[in-house]
């Protein structure tokens, strides 16, 4: 066991010789004994302290002997007093404290609280002027030798309250729309001999889950004693001070007294509550730490935000139906309500429509929050209209010359950027809403149409040769009517089977010839041509057909219609005509090919064979010569 020495030991100085020869005969003792060193701490003084705020001093004390529970008695000593010692609060004797303290103590307003057994503080609710002096903790003894400190003392001084704190407004409590603009200022100042720092802070108490203002409180910014902005952890305030919707600014204000100033650009629902602003004064103390010495709280009211989801209103006029002629002018507005302030929030104004029959919605145009406007699709963009803000609110669709392809079911979508004028083409939209659609219809005249597809009889069509389609027409309508055909091909059966294609099966477009006489070639490798030979006769040729020409061919035919400004548009009726069968065959030189080819390797082959046998015939003959010779 190790040896420790009380430098703080009661019993007399010793001198040195008997320190060492102490020191020698504990050395060799069988077993060495722990010689216990009663210590009571407290914090290094001097302390400022602010009249009418709280004193907290924890004592503590370690190399005790006896129960783990230690007492503490509370003395103070008056500057000027000398020794004279008034008992403060004592944990084993309520009788303890002296006449000037018996009344709080009774109250609660002075007391001890313990943290542990062996240590515990004086709490001083509000410090009094007349409580400043050298207050002196005392520990009893519980030790078998009386040895070590078993009391500390530590000068308080308290100065006088200097902390204001002010407001410029009151919140009026009525509700304020979603994305709205918040700003509140309160002004704090402190006079003191002393060198003390002070922060700020704004918070709010949320409301509960009854809708009540409860305990539920958030800090949303604060300036610390440094001087440093810091975003308040619950929440999403840390994101929104990132994103620049709140801030904190310090400015120098009258008489004295700083400005600060809470700025929270888009307000959301969950920003309602009881609003306040609260400031400290912060001294260093000796020991190296800040401490918090003063506090005040400014209530600065109740706010209300009202979700924009409750306010927002998007409707179409007209409502319900709207039928028109064709080429007759279309016009739809688009009213916003409820969308708060206009230079305050952006918004994306859309118009979408589904067709007559259902199916998918497209958009047909859109303005964005710069105001830029820009259509859908090809049939939106070539369809001559405009898309214009007319006023806060207020958006128009218009068609100047509506067709058939423009009727179906229209609807407005509003997506507002609450409390951003400029977002940011990434940003989310603060809140959505689509309007209940209204159904456009036209009056489109009778129209009836037939196409009936003709492969013209004539040799059977060989490969190489040009292969010429005709698609018979017959429009019944009144008025002007063109036409606009379509060329496909619906490719055979890989195995060889000649069966007709399904109707299911799609076919490739291969050619087509617009209402106003252009055509247009989607050729799959061959010389394609397409024109009208006559009123209701439309024509496809394929030159120098190969086998991949062969296959089901059909033609689908669309009528147009010309409107009262002169302009041309699909009716909608529209036709396909049965599919033909185009089937090549070989060509005649290409059957003597076969022959020719098969002789001539067969004469080729007979001609080897006879040179081969009569050139082995006459070696063998001129060998049996030479041998005769020989003999």
Not at 137 to 152: E, I, M, W
Not at 258 to 269: E, G, I, N, T
Not at 368 to 377: A, E, F, I, L, M
Request: glycine share 10%; with cysteine; net charge neutral.
């Amino acid at each position: 066991m190790g040896v420790r020495l009380c430098c703080g030991d009661h019993s007399g100085m010793m001198m040195a010789p008997r320190r060492l020869t102490l020191l020698l005969i504990i050395g060799f003792v069988w077993e060495s004994q722990l010689v216990v060193c009663r210590e009571v701490t407290l914090p290094t003084g001097p302390l400022y302290r602010v009249a009418g705020f709280p004193l907290s001093l924890r004592c503590t004390v370690s190399g005790y002997e006896g129960p783990r529970t230690q007492d503490f008695e509370w003395f103070l000593y008056k500057e000027g007093a000398g020794a004279l010692q008034i008992g403060v609060v004592s944990t084993r004797d309520q009788g303890f404290p002296y006449t000037p303290f018996q009344g709080r103590v009774r109250s609660g307003e002075v007391r001890v609280e313990r943290d542990s057994g062996d240590q515990a503080r004086l709490v001083i609710q509000r410090l009094r002027p007349d409580d400043q002096g050298r207050y002196e903790c005392y520990t009893p003894s519980t030790d078998l030798r009386y040895q070590g400190n078993y009391s500390a003392s530590v000068v308080i001084k308290v100065i006088q309250d200097t902390l204001l704190i002010t407001h410029s407004r009151i919140l009026s409590g009525q509700p304020v729309m979603e994305g709205t603009e918040l700003q509140l200022t309160c002004a704090a100042s402190v006079q003191s001999a002393q060198h003390t720092h002070l922060s700020v802070t704004f918070g709010v108490r949320g409301s509960t889950d009854s809708g009540s203002l409860g305990h539920n409180l958030r800090e949303i910014i604060s300036l610390d004693r440094d001087l440093r902005v810091t975003p308040g952890r619950g929440g999403s305030y840390e994101k929104r001070y990132k994103d620049g919707e709140i801030t904190l600014e310090k400015r120098s204000g009258d008489g004295g007294r700083d400005l600060y100033v809470l700025k929270m650009s888009v307000l959301a629902p969950e920003d309602s509550g009881s609003y306040f602003c609260e400031a400290a004064q912060w001294i260093l103390d000796p020991s190296g730490q800040w401490e918090r010495i003063a506090q005040r709280t400014m209530e600065l009211g109740n706010l209300s935000v009202q979700p924009l989801a409750d306010s927002l209103s998007v409707s179409v006029v007209p409502v319900g139906e709207v039928s028109l002629q064709p080429g007759s002018p279309l016009s739809l507005t688009c009213q916003v309500l409820g969308a708060g302030w206009w230079n305050r929030s952006a918004l994306l104004v859309q118009w979408m429509r589904r067709g007559p029959s259902g199916g998918v919605e497209v958009e047909v145009a859109r303005m964005g929050p710069d105001g830029v406007v820009s259509w859908g699709d090809d049939t939106s963009r070539g369809g001559g209209g405009s898309m214009e803000k007319e006023a806060d609110g207020r958006f128009s669709l218009r068609r100047f010359s509506a067709h058939p392809a423009d009727a179906g079911v229209y609807r407005c979508a509003v997506s507002v950027y609450a409390g951003r004028p400029s977002p940011e083409p990434s940003s989310p939209a603060t809140l959505t809403q689509r309007s209940e659609g209204v159904t456009v219809s036209l009056r489109s005249k009778d129209v009836s149409v037939s196409a009936v597809v003709d492969l013209p009889r004539r040799p059977l069509l060989k490969r190489g040769s040009t292969v010429t389609l005709l698609c018979n027409i017959s429009v019944m309508t009144t008025g002007p009517a063109q036409v606009e055909v379509q060329w496909l091909q619906k490719k055979e059966d890989p195995d060889g089977k000649e069966e007709m294609p399904s109707e299911d099966t799609k076919g490739s477009v291969l050619a087509t010839l617009t209402y106003d006489g252009m055509s247009r070639i989607y050729s799959n490798g061959s010389d394609l041509s397409v024109d009208r030979i006559s009123a209701g006769t439309y024509r496809l040729r394929i030159f120098s057909a190969h086998e991949g020409d062969q296959g089901y061919y059909q033609c689908q035919a669309e009528v147009w219609t010309q409107d009262p400004h002169g302009g041309w548009y699909s009716t909608g009726a529209k036709t396909e005509s049965a599919m033909v069968r185009v089937y090549l065959y070989a060509r005649v030189a290409d059957l003597l090919l076969i022959p020719l080819v098969v002789g001539v390797s067969s004469a080729l082959f007979v001609g080897v064979v006879i040179i081969a046998t009569v050139t082995c015939c006459f070696m063998k003959r001129l060998a049996r010569q030479r041998s005769q010779i020989r003999k």
